[in-house]
């Protein structure tokens, strides 16, 4: 009993590994995060509890995502995820985005190989959130604002 | 407060120097004689109270009377009738929704709440409203939680059937005058509803002098145990309401047609109830009253006083509410600039501080004040100094762990 609460805290005191140093950065300075004039794709995510919320838009063409970016609000996990999909989605197929989606989701929900890990490329960095089950939403609501806006067309 | 802070804390099997919890006003941590009491009733005491004709359920009917009569007394009730046993605040407002309002509402009537209620004691009112054709009026406060006596007078209308009141606010921590303005609601004939949920455990609250004629509150955040509440309500409007759950030990007879059903409290306690929960209760409030409140509220005094000065030591903290600590009860909610709560709430969590984040139940206030989600830190007497230091420290590092350089 008192081994497992040391133990606990000593993990607790080497910090949550998901407020790493490429998720702050991605906070702090987003990539994607401004107005995008020329999208033809646009949704709101929300998560309303937390009061995370976004505004994804893209810019598909002939079946690929040319171009990318988001607005909102929320905490550093909801805007440096969003941030990190649209790093790993520009550029590609939607059906290859939405397969990257589905690994995303099966990561923070359940498991995944390490081969997939690596296509998630540094969204990868998310996997220890699946410990979190309150932060869970917060890593979903880019991928499942992209996943609903496709689905929707 | 007579006894070391030391002896009091051992008294808390979860209080130890691993954790720091901030968070009384969502729920209290429970001294052992509290936790004990369950396990005595279901080890002692345990029959269907109210129901056996043999002497353990007897006893059972007795351990959970004598709760009621322990409740009567510290909120100072005429009599024990006026106590009905509910699961937690919730419940009790609900109730007072579903038969008081519901039977008195007619369409046009009016009800009035403040912005800064918990949604518990809005929602039910709203339901009501919608239900009975009625209209909600909200009354606003001042950014420091402040309902003046003119804003109430002209909130109030010859339609006001009833007035909805937190004691103290869930996030601002600030203090309605309740005997005032439940004296202002009566002589314009409305009912006055009290929502004690973070008062009672903080303040001595004495419904007779008060003169509201309902008020909810919950165990758990008193010392007691999880889903045992209370509904206190004047006699002459608990014998006017109808049922709210319909079942077993609420009636008298029952034919094919119907029903007449049981006196007072028992009406409104349907089905088997928490008598462990109740007698959990009871050894809570005994519990309260051995420290007494002068000793409570001087020590919780000093503790928000001491964090207030803390975090005013941080330039990118910002706390809602009065400036005067001794207008928050405890409850210190606050903004780091920045940074959003959740991710301060979880970069605390490692280093084992509990405090809230979000809404706080409270949207329509937050709504009102213009801030979105915020953290809340919330003390009990049973909290140190050292776990104020803890909480402001690691609060001073929260930016940095997030990439901002100072």
Redesign the interface.
Known sequence: MQNNVQSRTQNKIQGNPFYHEILTEHNLHPYHKHALPDANLELEGVNPNCGDDIVLRLKVEEDVIVDGAYEGDGCAISQASADMMLDLIIGKKKDEALRLADIFSRMIKDKITEEEREELEEAGILQDISHMPMRVKCAMLGWRTFRGMVEAE | MGRDIKEIRADFPLLTD?VAYLDSAATSQKPRVVIEAEKEFYECYNANPLRGLYELSVEATDRYEEAREAVREFIGAQSAEEIIFTRNATESLNLVAYTYAMSALKAGDEILVTIMEHHSNFLPWLNAAKQCGAKINFLECDADGRITEEAFRAALTARTVLVAMTQISNVLGCENDIKSFAAIAHEQGAVFVADGAQSVPHIPVNVRELDVDFLAFSGHKMLGPMGIGVLYGKRELLDKMPPFLYGGEMIETVTRNGATYAELPHKFEAGTVNAAGAYGLSRAIAYIRKIGFDAIREREDILTQYAFKRLRENPYVTVLGAENPAEHHGILTFRLEG?????VA??L????ICVRA??HCAQPLLKHLQV??TTRASLAFYNTTEEIDRFVETLGTVRR????AE
């Not at chain 2, 940074?339 to 991710?343: G, K, R, T, Y």
């Open positions: 691993e940074v959003h709560p959740h991710d979880a970069i969590d490692e280093s084992r979000g809404h979105p989600s762990r997030l990439g901002y």
